[in-house]
């Protein structure tokens, strides 16, 4: 069992910066992958960012829409994969959810933060 807590979200005008951290806790060793997608309403869910995690020098993975203004980056120590978003525009309001993908298969997702853009 892998549980994960967000937190950073919040309301920012278009432009501006906000920066999420997700914390997990539990079989954490099992993670291979950690990352964050985001959902708007009505839309379908949508992968923004992803980082491996482990001894080696992370790999990351960055949607096109977010590559260049969003940054994902991970501390191996404290199990926590933090998410910088930069130049954020009204497009980017939506839910975002961390999770973590299993050495062995399967997802676990956080609860969800809501990140607003708009003037």
């Known amino acids: 069992q892998v549980q994960l807590v967000e937190s950073g979200g919040g309301l920012v005008r278009p432009g501006g910066s906000l920066r999420l951290s997700c914390a997990a806790s539990?079989?954490?060793?099992?993670?291979?992958?950690m990352g964050w997608h985001r959902q708007a309403p009505g839309k379908e869910r949508e992968l923004v960012a992803t980082?491996?995690?482990?001894?080696?020098?992370?790999?990351?993975n960055y949607s096109d829409s977010v590559k260049g203004r969003f940054t994902i980056s991970r501390d191996n120590a404290k199990n926590t994969v933090d998410l910088q978003m930069n130049s954020l525009k009204p497009e980017d309001t939506a839910v975002y959810y961390c999770y973590a993908h299993l050495i062995v298969g399967g997802n676990y997702w956080g609860q969800g933060t809501q990140v607003t853009v708009s003037s």
């Open positions: 980082i491996t995690t482990g001894r080696t020098r992370p790999e990351t």
């Open positions: 539990g079989s954490v060793f099992s993670i291979n992958v």
